[in-house]
């Protein structure tokens, strides 16, 4: 026996060296419903404390005033690019300073606000809203609503663009525009899911000369997906339900990394989930991060894909003319389809309710990083 059992001993000992090495974070089993119908009730109870409601509470807050957790706000806009820190920890006041004021007149500006340095209701509603974790600024610069032409001077085709790209307009480069993708071993994604992800790259290569193909390679793969939760090994924590809802990084990394805490709907109708819950559409987060996986930011058209936010209970997967045009100016059209049918107007965009129900007590779901936790 004493035999048999040191055998037994080595045997899994050497079966332990033979495994991979683990990942710098345990992969999570994402909450991923089928349909909005699916998701337990108890779980969209207390929404209403998620994310960054708090920030309701600065209402009526002016300039010169000083305000408990005022910090917490100007954290919110150092992470989304529209604070400098004096220092690496981002330690600020909880004064309405200048700073402050500056802030939220960019912020306004990129969300077709009116631009007041206030935080007027108008501003707070968004603030709230849940977010793609990618910042609207980078470097100090912000590109996200600077009214580029997109046609030629005297066209009277959409004058305006407001796509943007990542600093020094990384893209894929020409010799590698077939992609492979890769789901997190551990995330154990079955089809129908896999399948979200398919459609959303399909819109970006129905006009481009992209193309994408799932592998099992995960560790080889161009793009890799993965949802996490809270810190997870590259800086950007999540915050939990609401807050910021994913993130991806510019090419060539290749990194899109979702917030395992988020209800996540795969399929069916998710306009008509419980005005209580907060369902997320997976598809729409996935077109809105690939976007930043090809090389496009923000934009400030609010019918974009690359609009920073998606609120809660909305479907918003189609292109629309400014994502296209920002896309092209990075890859080209797609030499086989006419690139125009891939982009509808305003009217017939697959969109609800961002733009109709947004209001002081909608709980907008947006893709991002978080940082939550260690703000409110
Ligand atoms: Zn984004
Ligand atoms: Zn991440």
Request: glycine fraction near 10%; aromatic fraction near 10%.
């Amino acid at each position: 026996m004493k035999s048999l059992s040191t055998f037994t001993t080595s045997f899994v000992f050497l079966a332990f060296l033979a495994l991979p090495l683990p990942p710098l974070t345990t992969p999570v089993n994402a909450r991923l419903f089928p349909n909005v119908s699916a998701i337990p009730p108890s779980l969209a109870a207390n929404i209403r404390s998620a994310g960054w409601d708090a920030f309701r509470g600065f209402a009526g807050c002016h300039p010169g005033e000083a305000r408990p957790g005022l910090s917490k706000l100007k954290q919110y806009f150092h992470y989304f690019g529209y604070m400098q820190s004096s220092s690496s920890l981002g330690n600020f006041t909880d004064d309405y300073d200048d700073s402050l004021a500056d802030a939220i007149r960019t912020y306004q500006k990129n969300f077709n606000l009116n631009v007041t340095g206030d935080l007027d209701s108008a501003t707070l509603s968004h603030l709230v809203m849940p977010r793609c974790g990618n910042p609207d600024i980078v470097n100090g610069t912000t590109s996200m609503n600077s009214g580029k032409a997109s046609a030629p001077v005297g066209s009277r085709l959409h004058a305006v663009g407001h796509y943007s790209f990542f600093p020094g307009t990384p893209r894929w480069p020409s010799g590698q525009l077939d992609l492979t993708y890769a789901f997190l071993p551990g995330n154990n994604l079955d089809a129908k899911t896999r399948q979200v992800f398919a459609r959303a790259f399909q819109r970006w290569s129905e006009v481009t000369p992209l193309t994408f193909n799932e592998t099992s390679n995960y560790r080889r793969a161009n793009i890799r997906i993965g949802f996490y939760t809270g810190d997870h090994g590259d800086g950007e924590p999540f915050d939990g339900v609401m807050g910021t809802l994913a993130h991806a990084f510019s090419p060539p990394n290749g990194l899109f990394h979702l917030d395992g805490a988020e209800n996540w709907v795969v399929g069916g109708d998710v306009t008509t989930a419980s005005s209580d819950s907060d369902a997320i559409d997976l598809e729409s987060v996935a077109v809105h991060e690939i976007g930043h996986l090809l090389g496009l930011g923000h934009s400030s058209v609010e019918e974009s894909i690359m609009y920073p936010t998606i609120s809660s209970r909305t479907r918003k997967v189609q292109l629309t003319s400014d994502d296209v045009s920002g896309i092209q100016v990075l890859y080209g059209s797609n030499p086989n389809s006419n690139a125009s049918e891939a982009t509808t107007s305003t009217q017939d965009r697959e969109t609800s309710g961002s733009s109709t129900r947004v209001g002081n007590d909608l709980v907008g779901a947006i893709l991002a990083v978080g940082f939550l936790s260690a703000f409110l």
